[in-house]
């Protein structure tokens, strides 16, 4: 079937699973509505639709706000490695003296230069490291964030497809029906997610690989 082969092949790329899962979840609960609002909008079927479409709205944006301060955390905490940095630039910067007089002044002078070398590197690599840790937390800030606008998006399409007043109530049920269908494939093939993006060495690699795509698509 070309939806399922759609799918799979949309399952692999960044997000694919949680892309599918989101967009299956949205079509479900439109042609859920759909045949709910077909017994009335005040009957229990209606009124337990109309709540969990408000929980689960609920729920994305409280994910993108926790996503958000787990960003500005790890913003900070970055930040405060680079301050580490500075305070320790200045500091070497105070104490270092002119040339030395004499060789064993040169000698001391080359010691602490080489030490205040070493600790530059070890500021630049723990800088690094932080960076590169915090990445499956932006990823996922992104992807919060992405979500809110793609249910968004595929609600007002699906009211739009569902609320159609100029086809009869008939098709409108035929195209409750096949979104229905379409969300329980997307649901199904989005269970298994081919990449693992709290992982700080593969949030790395989705980056580089996205990089590298923007790049040679512009050349």
Partial sequence: ??????????????????????????????????????KGNFSVESQVNSWTESARSVSVRMSAGWSMVQSAMAVKKMHDVA???QEEEAEAETEGGGDGQDPSSQERNAAKAAQEQEKK??????????????????LQTIWDVSAIDIESTLSAVCDKVLKDVSVPWQIRHRRARALLRLARIFRDVGQIE??????AS????????????????RG
Wanted: proline content about 1%; some cysteine.
């Fill in 194 to 199: 081919h990449t693992d993006l709290s992982q």
């Fill in 83 to 85: 301050g580490a940095q």
């Fill in 202 to 217: 593969t949030a790395k690699q989705h980056l580089e690989e996205a990089l590298y795509g923007a790049i040679k698509e």
């Fill in 121 to 138: 590197e070890k500021v630049a690599r723990e800088a690094m490291a932080s960076l590169e840790g915090s990445l499956p937390v932006f």
């Fill in 1 to 38: 079937m070309a939806t399922s082969q759609e799918a799979s092949e949309l399952v692999r790329v960044s997000f694919g699973g949680r892309l599918l899962r989101t967009i299956g979840g949205v079509y479900e609960q439109a042609a859920r509505a759909f045949f709910s609002s077909c």
